[in-house]
């Protein structure tokens, strides 16, 4: 998965637990973001990173936090869990923004980490 | 948010048979990118396409940035049964560095 790792690949929890994913890559690239998959929804953004402790909000992020602390993690955690929040989660990660005149924002993808709430 | 229609949400193919699936926008997109999962693991990337018109090939795979920069479409010749997956469409606005995601086409290929 060209050098991006998520942990853990599954986790069952029960509602009102915390709960934290990882993200870590090898890539040293800047941009990275969180992605939940649910049937019928395709992809949606939870929160991205364009850097070292510069966070910002996706189209999904209630419920989520994320943390950044260093260039090659990005958390992603649960507060309290939900029976909503059961999903796939992926991580992808990026070298350009790809606004210039060429290029594009092409994302790389992890295996994706399946969490279930009870 | 952004949201791209991406048609059609499933298909049931037979082994040799051709492919087709398109998405469209509301938004002018200045890159399209189409990524394929296969289960239980995360999206890659097949194709990239940048400009108005352009036609990309990747194998077997083919796809076209729409001229209105609204749509583009994905064909894929001669199917076999390891082209079984989603297939996803994504767009970059061009004031806008996150990309919106279809919510993907279904392929099943039957031997």
């Known amino acids: 998965d060209a050098g991006i790792t998520q942990s853990p690949r599954h986790k069952v929890t029960e509602t009102g637990t915390p709960v934290t994913l990882r993200c870590h890559q090898t890539e040293n690239h800047r941009y990275m973001y969180w992605y939940r998959q649910d049937p019928g929804h395709g992809l949606r953004l939870i929160h991205y990173s364009y850097g070292v402790k510069d966070t910002d909000k996706g189209e999904v992020s209630d419920g989520y936090s994320v943390s950044r602390s260093k260039t090659e993690d990005f958390l992603l955690t649960l507060e309290s869990a939900t029976s909503s929040q059961t999903s796939v989660y992926f991580c992808?990660?990026?070298?350009?923004?790809?606004?210039?005149?060429?290029?594009?924002?092409?994302?790389?993808f992890g295996a994706g980490s399946r969490l279930t709430v009870l | 948010g952004q949201q791209l229609n991406q048609s059609p949400q499933s298909m049931f193919i037979q082994e040799g048979e051709d492919v087709s699936m398109n998405c469209t926008s509301s938004?002018?997109?200045?890159?399209w990118l189409w990524y394929k999962q296969d289960p239980g693991e995360g999206p890659v990337l097949l194709i990239a396409?940048?400009?108005?018109?352009e036609l990309t090939s990747n194998g077997r795979l083919t796809a076209q940035f729409g001229i209105t920069r609204k749509d583009s479409f994905l064909n894929i010749s001669a199917s076999i049964p390891s082209d079984v997956g989603i297939y996803f469409c994504?767009?970059?606005?061009?004031?806008?560095?996150?990309?919106?995601f279809g919510k993907g086409t279904l392929l099943t290929v039957n031997p």
């Open positions: 992808a990660i990026s070298d350009s923004t790809g606004t210039g005149v060429s290029g594009a924002n092409v994302l790389t």
């Open positions: 994504a767009g970059q606005e061009v004031s806008n560095y996150k990309l919106t």
């Open positions: 396409l940048y400009k108005a018109g």
């Open positions: 938004s002018i997109f200045n890159t």
